[in-house]
């Protein structure tokens, strides 16, 4: 019997779990797309994906089951088909971070159907370089898309929503990275409480190279009351899951707070949102001041403002409710402006979480 294993760059020797029966592995070249590996007739006819792929030569194995569509995911447990999920990654000039935010969804113990990565005109070979990291990756699985002119991340975003084509949207921007047990986390969660519409989590800073942050039990789920002074911040992007048929898209008129305006229409138009009590992405840069411009912290305050006049012109927040929280913003951002000019200090990055 054979084996087919892509080969990318280096292959450690792999486990299947199933029966602890073991493929017999090695050092391998990068080389052909397809190899052959013998296996013994009583271990039956297998195949190994190699879904993900890192930098630095490093790769994650998945072994599959001969069922159509079952796949196994990192701790070797049959997890029935892949998740209905598609995952939107808009992608600007990020040729040099994309590779390792595509890593950690192929990482996934249960993986998601499908990825779709949005270059928005970048002018840096970053399309070229998303092409390149799909034909690495089982066929069909990374579908690039293009805009015809750079949009910001709301079009990026709503062009990946459009062309999505499983029941639920995680979205994940492309310097940012996922804990492993992410979707599979999420979607016990779905499951157990079918009326969420959108779901989110804890995200950390840390470093790029760290390992992800460990789960800390019990796992909670906090439903979002609805009413606007709850959101002390925007739920993180990339801990967004949330149902594909929801009558909302990003503002495309908006470069700034766009996710933040979105959020808050579903949850003020009566669409049931949670928040899971565990980190499971990473952003690995400051998410806010990052650049060292107070003009951009400037910018995000005046965009938030904005954006609580533009629910107030909806009926979605009264009066009292918007000036109550221009004033916690401005609280706020007189505190991100302090945080700002501490951390720009040497030796002020560190891990820590966001809530």
């Not at 020797?13 to 070249?29: F, I, M, T």
């Not at 993900?52 to 030569?57: A, Q, R, T, V, Y």
């Not at 804890?202 to 992800?212: E, F, G, H, L, T």
């Not at 801990?239 to 908006?254: G, V």
């Amino acid at each position: 019997m054979n084996i087919d294993l892509q080969v990318m760059d280096k292959l450690r020797p792999a486990r299947h779990v199933a029966g602890s029966r073991w493929v017999r592995g090695g050092e391998y070249s990068r080389g052909p797309s397809a190899a052959p590996i013998s296996l013994s007739a009583s271990q039956g006819h297998l195949r190994m994906d190699i879904l993900g792929w890192m930098e630095g030569l490093q790769v994650t194995e998945r072994p599959v089951s001969t069922t159509p569509g079952i796949i196994r995911g990192a701790s070797g447990i049959d997890v029935g088909k892949r998740a209905p999920v598609s995952v939107v990654v808009p992608c600007f000039r990020c040729a040099d971070t994309i590779g390792s935010a595509v890593a950690s969804v192929a990482a996934q113990v249960v993986l998601p159907a499908e990825v779709l990565l949005v270059d928005d005109a970048s002018d840096d070979g970053t399309l070229e370089r998303l092409e390149d990291i799909a034909r690495r990756y089982p066929d069909g699985w990374i579908k690039v898309l293009a805009m015809p002119r750079n949009s910001g991340p709301s079009g990026a975003r709503n062009l990946g929503w459009e062309h999505a084509t499983q029941a639920w949207i995680a979205f994940l921007d492309a310097d940012d990275s996922w804990h492993p047990q992410k979707l599979r986390l999420q979607l016990e969660v779905l499951a157990d409480d079918p009326r969420i519409a959108l779901l989110a989590h804890k995200m950390n800073v840390q470093a790029r190279s760290d390992p992800p942050p460990a789960l800390r039990y019990p796992l909670r789920v906090r439903v979002s009351p609805r009413h606007l002074l709850t959101l002390r911040s925007p739920f993180p992007t990339a801990s967004i899951m949330l149902r594909r048929n929801l009558p909302f898209r990003f503002d495309e008129s908006r470069r700034r707070a766009e996710d933040f305006l979105l959020w808050a229409q579903i949850l003020l138009s009566g669409y049931r949102c949670a928040k899971i009590n565990q980190v499971l992405a990473s952003w690995h840069k400051a998410p806010y001041g990052a650049g060292g411009l107070s003009g951009d912290l400037a910018a995000m305050y005046r965009a938030a403002v904005d954006t609580r006049k533009t629910l107030y012109a909806q009926g979605l927040i009264g009066q009292p409710q918007m000036y109550v929280a221009h004033a916690i913003s401005l609280v706020r951002y007189a505190r991100r402006r302090l945080l700002t000019f501490a951390r720009h200090r040497p030796g002020a990055f560190g891990a820590k979480s966001r809530h």
